[in-house]
């Protein structure tokens, strides 16, 4: 057969054994939406999913898989008939290619016989393969215990050989784990705990909070940057863009200067609310890391929770900045996180917020605002951006 | 929101002026027939060195002085730098050594002479910053008493560029000069005219400079062309080396193109200047009276006349509406149509932003505010109308909440 195929070792997927077909079918859907141009198969045989492409496209698949939350690991495989001569074929052309590659010069070869009926056992199959690639390349050797690279065998309905693989990202397939709504800000740490909660098989759509003129476009082209950089992560996620200039302007207008942070977050958890419900979202996800700022303490966050009855997710909550920052940069977010956009102007960030905020004065204050038709006015502006 | 997005007024000319259609059409021209190397010796090459020394002598003239006194740069920033890097030769000519080398400059200098002068002190050239009055001007006798037995340079620009103040450079010279002669010593004057160039009337002659920068895109010209005026006799020596093109100060093959379009855009802006002024000088009027209708205007300094302050360039004017920042209101004007910038367009730099403002006295919460609106040639009354209307309009409720209600 023709094209490039790829042999996909999934994880977890695997334990949940009545739910396994939609998982399944959660991991095709996740690949194929982020490929809609490329032809491809994908199809699963005893436990082993296995996605066929035209050689062209293998590159293009090959980054794809890497970044499939469900896939342990991966890998080309090269298919032969159930003949010890193909196999040895084939198994000598992979090795020229390894050495070609320079992977090193010590091997073993690993079998595995699923399909019993074949003549030989795996370990006569493993001794004659490796007899045979150590007469052909006299610089190769066996070394079971520390080898360079392994050529592993499947016998099935066909003959599987394929050499080291890629490893995939874990998790659980994108839409298996329900949907939840991310607040986006330009910062570093909401990319990341989107990501989180994504690896988790949750499949995310995003709010930013657009305050122009106050906030620049710059800042909100970064967070279409960033949504797009999730994408590669999470198929189907759309920004939400929200116009929050006149809930803004009543929370500047109405309350303390110490108290617009946390107000504001509140607000932020209220509109959430009102959108996820319009998208069928069953939680937030926010960036929160405990005592991060002055909004992140365990009072500000019984405070601003307060303003939405979903669950919020805050996969960040008990990590550090470092620990933020080493996700934000595998996942690619940390550079445009870092651009300096973030001008949620100083005016609306008191040089004195509040750390630990009374509960009950807070409601009050929150309240005051009447800003519950400012939220429901807000919902009108939204403008979908998709990825 | 901008009612025509197709269409926004241009003000921002002190950023970067639109072509001026002859210079632009010029510079086509000329890039089509005299390509050649103006210091090959064929034909094709003479023919280009000759409209080199068309060009030369058609930029003296219009500023008044000899064509060997010009020395074609990049623009404004080399102009500066080149001037101020020269310094840095001066132990090769057995001069003053650079421990005693002083440049006296000031605080509200473009930061292609302020940051390059600093950047000096690492190299052993010391450096006295003098502040502007309140008013953003600076006095001539601030200069005098910063005057030292090491000062070699002094260094002042003719108009800033972000609040328009003109500056008594013939005031400057005067006692740059009588503090010179009695000490036996000679003392370079330089002056950035960037932002005075076909904008003001002014001559380097009565103004008594040793050297001036000018730049090309300001007047129309295209970018990467603005020269550097050196009296004779007392040019400094440069430091780059090459083949030997601009009299040795500035080698590299000439960028006649540039070169063609600039003294072309000067000597049509010049010939334009008196009418232009007279329109730049009703423009700045409606403009101040209408921003100080704003509540809250700010306009920098609080002590511009809203008439013809004949200390401001008519071209530019600095305005804030503390505490709303600079940035929320250039994306209020743009958004409406209007380009307009906070504080000076070329600095990049987050603490350079508002250091002009802030030697003025400005608080630096205030400083952060100051926006800049400048004009140009076919900048029209109704255009400013229009700005002043969009102003009075958008500014308010965003100054409100910028202020806030408790």
Redesign the interface.
Same mark, same amino acid.
């Given at each position: 057969m023709s094209g490039t195929l790829f042999l996909i070792k999934y994880g977890e997927i695997a334990l949940k054994k009545r739910n396994r077909g939609a998982f399944i079918r959660y991991l095709k859907d996740s690949i194929r939406a982020r490929l809609p141009r490329v032809q491809l198969s994908v199809y699963e045989i005893f436990h082993r999913v296995f996605l066929r492409c035209a050689e062209a496209d293998a590159a293009q698949v090959t980054s794809v898989l890497a970044r499939t939350f469900g896939i342990v690991s991966f890998c080309e495989a090269v298919e032969a008939g159930l003949d010890i001569a193909a196999i040895e074929k084939i198994a000598l052309a992979l090795a020229a290619r390894y050495l070609a590659a320079g992977m090193g010069t010590r091997f073993k070869a690993e079998v595995r016989r699923a399909e019993k009926a074949f003549p030989m056992t795996s370990y006569e199959i493993a001794c004659r393969l490796g007899d045979a690639l150590c007469g052909n390349f006299p610089e190769l050797k066996v070394d079971v215990h520390t080898p360079d690279w392994v050529l592993s065998v499947e016998i099935r309905e066909r003959a599987y050989l394929y050499g080291p693989s890629t490893g995939g990202p874990y998790g659980l397939p994108t839409g298996s784990s329900g949907r939840g709504l991310l607040l986006l800000s330009g910062g570093i740490d909401s990319p990341v705990a989107g990501w989180m909660m994504a690896k988790r098989g949750m499949a995310i759509h995003a709010v930013y909070f657009h305050s122009a003129p106050f906030t620049s476009e710059q800042a909100r082209e970064k967070v279409e940057t960033l949504t797009r950089r999730l994408a590669g992560w999470t198929p189907g996620i759309a920004l939400h863009v929200v116009h929050f200039t006149p809930v803004l302007a009543r929370i500047k207008e109405r309350a303390l200067a110490e108290e617009i942070t946390l107000l504001l977050r509140a607000c932020m958890m209220r509109f959430a609310t009102l959108l996820a419900a319009r998208l069928g979202s069953m939680c937030l996800v926010t960036g929160e890391s405990l005592g991060q700022v002055a909004s992140q303490t365990v009072e500000s966050m019984h405070f601003t929770g307060s303003y939405t009855d979903l669950p919020v997710f805050r996969p960040l909550v008990g990590m550090n900045k470092e620990e933020i920052i080493a996700v934000a940069q595998r996942i690619n977010t940390f550079e445009t996180s870092n651009l300096p956009f973030a001008d949620c102007c100083v005016l609306f960030a008191p040089e004195h917020p509040l750390i630990h905020p009374d509960k009950r004065k807070m409601d009050l204050s929150f309240r005051k605002l009447d800003v519950e038709p400012l939220l429901l006015q807000a919902l009108e502006t939204v403008e979908i951006v998709r990825s | 929101m901008n009612p025509n997005p197709d269409r926004t007024t241009y003000l921002d000319w002190a950023a970067s002026a639109p072509p001026e259609p002859a210079a632009l059409e010029e510079a086509r021209e000329v890039s089509a027939r005299y390509f050649a190397n103006p210091s090959s010796p064929h034909r094709a090459g003479k023919s280009a060195e000759d409209r080199l020394a068309a060009a030369r002598a058609q930029c003296a003239a219009s500023l008044g002085v000899e064509p060997k006194e010009i020395v074609f740069t990049s623009g404004g920033t080399e102009s500066n730098t080149g001037v101020l890097l020269s310094l840095l030769d001066r132990h090769r000519l057995g001069g003053v050594e650079r421990q005693k080398t002083r440049i006296v400059t000031t605080a509200i200098e473009h930061a292609s002479i302020y940051e390059q002068a600093l950047g000096l002190q690492g190299h052993g050239i010391a450096c006295s910053v003098v502040r502007p009055k309140p008013d953003g001007r600076v006095s001539p006798d601030a200069i005098g008493e910063a005057l030292q037995d090491d000062t070699v340079m002094v260094s002042v620009m003719l108009v800033n560029n972000e609040t328009g103040a003109i500056q008594d450079i013939a005031g400057i010279a005067r006692i740059v000069r009588e503090f010179s002669a009695r000490k036996g010593r000679r003392i370079l004057l330089h002056t950035d005219a960037v932002q005075a160039l076909a904008k003001i009337p002014f001559s380097l002659r009565a103004m008594d400079v040793d050297a001036a920068s000018f730049s090309g895109h300001k007047i129309g010209a295209p970018r990467g062309i603005g020269a550097l005026y050196l009296k004779a006799g007392h040019a400094p020596s440069f430091l780059s080396i090459g083949g030997g093109q601009e009299a040795g100060h500035r080698p590299g093959t000439e960028n006649l193109p540039g070169i063609a379009a600039f003294s072309t855009a000067l000597a049509a802006r010049l010939a334009r200047l008196p009418e232009d002024t007279a329109a730049a000088q009703e423009n700045v009027r409606r403009l101040l009276e209408g921003l100080r209708l704003i509540r809250g205007a700010w306009v920098l300094p609080l002590a511009r006349q809203d008439g013809n302050d004949p200390h401001f360039s008519p071209w530019i004017v600095s305005v804030g509406f503390p505490?709303?920042?600079a940035?929320?209101v250039v994306?209020?004007a743009d958004?409406a149509g209007f380009s307009i910038s906070s504080g000076a367009a070329c600095s990049t730099k987050k603490k350079d932003r508002t250091r002009v403002p802030e030697s003025m006295g400005l608080p630096e919460e205030t400083a952060r505010c100051m926006v800049r609106i400048s004009t140009g040639p076919s900048t029209r009354p109704e255009d400013i109308d229009a700005f002043v209307d969009m102003m009075q309009r958008d500014i308010p409720p965003?100054a409100?909440?910028?202020r %806030? %209600?408790?």
């Open positions: - | 505490p709303l920042p940035e929320v994306r209020t958004a965003l409100a909440i910028s %806030g %209600g408790t």
